[in-house]
C-alpha cells in the first residue's frame, strides 16, 4: 500500500519571454541616448559655442577614426588596471567581511574605520600611492581596489547578517560548526547581496583607474584625457570618456550576467 | 537507476531502539526590559519509546521553549530534562530532530539537496550524503521532485521535504514545532495524513507542538494541554484509538467519541 498519496502538483519554474521583453526594455534606454545625442550635436553646433570646449558628436567619430589604434591600445591598459583592481577588491572585500562576521569584537572594531574611510577624498591618496609604488601599474590597481572596497564589504557583510537566525539555529541543532554553517549556508545565502555591491563596485571602479593614471602614469585613457586637455585635444578627450562610460556600463552588464548565472534562485533581475 | 556502489553506502533510516523523553518539574524563565518573565513552569511530562505526545495551548504558553529545552538548545532553571538516557544539553541534543514551523529550506538547493543538508551539516560530504537521501525520497513518494527547487514546490510538498530532512540523521527523537501552522486547512490534513503514515514506516518518539486540537488528537497517542504564561500542564487526554488510525481521517475525527475528546481538550484551553 502506497499511504503517500496527494495531490502533489510541480509548479512551473517562473520563466518570462525574452526576446520581447529584451526588446522592450532597451528601447526607453536607447531612445534617450539618440535625444542625448541629438542635443549634444546642436549644442556644439551653435555659433556661441567654443569648439575647443564642446567637439561635436562627428569630430569625436572622427578622434575614433584618426586615433583609434591609440585609443585601443589605451583602453587595453585601463581595462586591465580596472578588472585587477576590481579582483583584487573583491577577494580583500569579501574576505574582511568574513573576518568581521565571524569575529565580533573585529566587527566592532574596524567597522567605524571602514565608513571613515569613505571620507578620505580619493584623489588625494593618489599621488601617494604614485610616490609608494611607482609609475607602474601598482598605484591604479591600489585607488581601483581602494574605491571598490568598501561597496563590496558593506554589501557582503549585510548579506552574511541576513541569514534567517531559525535557519542558524536550525543548522546549529544538526550538528554544524561554525565554519560549516558559514560554509554550506551563509556563504550562498549572501551572493545577492554581494552581487549588488558588485554592481556599485564595478561602475565606480573605472574611476578609481583614471584617478591613479592622472596621478602619474606613462600610459591608460586617464592618461590620454589628461594630456589631450593640456594639448585641447577636445575630440580625443570625448572619445576617452565616451570609451570609459561604454567600460563602466559593460562590467555592470558583466556582473549582472554572472549574476544570472551564479543566483539562478533570484530571477529578479537587475536593472540592465 | 541501482548502481552497485549504492547498496553498500544506504544505511537503513530505522532506528535500533526507541528513546524516552522525561521532565521533571521542568520551568524556564526569561530576563527581559518587562522584568522577569516565567515562560514554563513544574512541567512534568514523560513519553514512553515511540510515543507521540501532542501539546496544545495558547499562543505563548512556551510551547516552543518547552522544544528547545528539550533538545538542549535551551537548559531549565529548575527541574531536570533526560532524553534517551542523557541529562547534558550536547548529549540531548544528539538524540534529538528538531522541526521548526517554517519550512526553512535553501533557495539554491534542490529538494534533495535540502533534504542532504541534515547531514551534511554532520560533516557527510554531499555525494554520500545525497545517495543517503536518495532512498528516502523514493520510499515517501517524491522521487520526482528530487530536482525541484524549493520555489518549484507547494507549501506541502516544501513540508514533505523538511520533514524527510528531520528524519535523516536518524534521531530517535523528533521535535515538531507547529509543522503545518503555515498551510491551509485542507492541505494540512493531507499532511497529517501523510505525517501518520511516515511515522508508522519510521516510528519515532514524538512531541508534536500545535495549536490545532484535531491535529494533535489525530496524530498522538496522548495530549497535553497547556495554561496561558506561565505554561504549565492543564490537562492530559489519552486517545483512545490505536496508532495508526485504522480508519480514514474524516471518518476518526467526525467519531463521537473523538468529539467528546475534542471538546475536554477545548474546555481545557478555555479554563
Not at chain 1, 564595478?202 to 583607474?209: E, L, M, P, R
Not at chain 1, 550576467?257 to 534562485?265: D, H, M, Q, S, T
Not at chain 2, 532524553?83 to 529538494?111: F, I, T
Not at chain 2, 495554561?227 to 467526525?254: H, K, Y
Request: net charge neutral; glycine share 8%.
Amino acid at each position: 500500500m502506497r499511504p503517500y498519496r496527494a495531490n502533489i502538483k510541480r509548479r512551473p519554474a517562473p520563466r518570462g519571454d525574452f526576446s520581447m521583453t529584451i526588446l522592450k526594455r532597451y528601447l526607453p534606454a536607447a531612445a534617450l541616448l539618440a535625444l542625448a545625442l541629438v542635443a549634444w550635436w546642436w549644442i556644439a553646433s551653435l555659433e556661441a559655442v567654443d569648439d575647443l570646449l564642446v567637439a561635436s558628436p562627428g569630430e569625436v567619430l572622427g578622434a575614433f577614426g584618426d586615433d583609434h589604434e591609440l585609443l585601443l591600445e589605451q583602453s587595453w591598459v585601463t581595462l586591465q588596471e580596472v578588472l585587477l583592481g576590481l579582483a583584487i577588491a573583491v577577494v580583500a572585500g569579501v574576505g574582511a567581511a568574513v573576518a568581521m562576521h565571524l569575529v565580533s569584537p573585529l566587527r566592532d572594531a574596524a567597522y567605524p574605520l571602514l565608513v571613515a574611510s569613505q571620507a578620505i577624498p580619493i584623489f588625494v591618496l593618489a599621488p601617494l600611492f604614485v610616490l609608494a609604488f611607482g609609475f607602474g601599474i601598482g598605484p591604479k590597481l591600489a585607488m581601483v581596489a581602494l574605491i571598490c572596497f568598501f561597496p563590496v564589504t558593506v554589501a557582503m557583510l549585510s548579506g552574511l547578517d541576513s541569514v534567517d537566525r531559525e535557519l542558524l539555529r536550525l543548522t546549529r541543532s544538526l550538528g554544524a560548526s561554525r565554519l560549516r554553517v558559514l560554509r554550506l549556508v551563509e556563504l550562498p545565502a549572501s551572493l545577492p547581496q554581494l552581487f549588488s555591491g558588485l554592481r556599485i563596485a564595478a561602475t565606480v571602479s573605472v574611476i578609481g583607474a583614471v584617478f591613479g593614471e592622472v596621478a602619474g602614469a606613462d600610459a591608460g585613457l586617464g592618461r590620454l584625457i589628461f594630456l589631450g586637455n593640456n594639448q585641447l585635444q577636445t575630440p580625443r578627450v570625448y572619445a576617452g570618456v565616451v570609451i570609459l562610460t561604454v567600460m563602466a556600463v559593460g562590467l555592470f552588464a558583466l556582473v549582472a550576467l554572472l549574476e544570472r548565472l551564479a543566483v539562478p534562485w533570484k530571477r529578479q533581475g537587475g536593472t540592465i | 537507476m541501482q548502481t552497485k556502489l549504492e547498496a553498500p553506502l544506504t544505511e537503513p533510516l530505522s532506528l535500533d531502539r526507541q528513546a524516552t523523553v522525561a521532565l521533571t518539574g521542568a520551568g524556564r524563565s526569561y530576563r527581559s526590559r518587562a522584568g522577569e518573565v516565567e515562560a514554563l513552569r513544574g512541567v512534568d511530562l514523560e513519553l514512553g519509546p515511540g510515543e507521540l505526545v501532542g501539546v496544545v495551548g495558547p499562543s505563548g504558553c512556551g510551547k516552543s521553549t518547552l522544544l528547545e529545552l528539550v533538545c538542549g538548545l535551551q537548559q531549565p532553571d529548575a527541574g531536570e530534562i533526560v532524553v534517551a538516557g542523557e541529562h547534558a544539553a550536547g548529549a540531548r541534543l544528539e538524540n534529538c530532530a528538531y522541526m521548526p514551523q517554517r519550512d526553512l529550506l535553501l533557495p539554491w538547493r534542490s529538494a534533495l539537496d535540502n533534504a542532504a543538508l541534515a547531514l551534511q551539516c554532520a560533516g557527510i560530504p554531499r555525494a554520500r550524503a545525497r545517495l543517503r537521501a536518495r532512498p528516502l525520497f523514493e520510499r515517501f513518494g517524491l522521487a520526482q521532485f528530487e530536482r525541484a527547487r524549493p520555489a518549484e514546490l507547494s507549501g506541502g510538498m516544501r513540508q514533505r521535504v523538511a520533514f524527510l530532512r528531520t528524519l535523516l540523521p536518524r534521531r530517535p527523537v523528533l521535535l515538531l514545532d507547529e509543522p503545518f501552522a503555515s498551510l491551509d486547512s485542507i492541505t494540512r490534513a493531507e499532511m497529517q495524513e501523510w505525517l501518520a503514515a511516515a511515522l508508522r514506516d519510521e516510528p519515532r518518539t514524538t512531541l508534536l507542538v500545535t495549536h490545532d486540537v484535531e491535529e494533535a488528537l489525530y496524530l498522538a497517542d496522548r495530549v497535553v494541554v497547556m495554561s496561558a504564561r506561565p505554561g504549565r500542564i492543564v490537562a492530559e487526554l489519552t486517545v483512545p484509538f490505536e496508532r495508526p488510525r485504522p480508519r480514514p481521517r474524516n471518518e476518526t475525527v467526525t467519531d463521537p467519541e473523538f468529539a467528546r475528546l475534542r471538546r475536554a481538550a477545548l474546555e481545557a484551553l478555555a479554563q
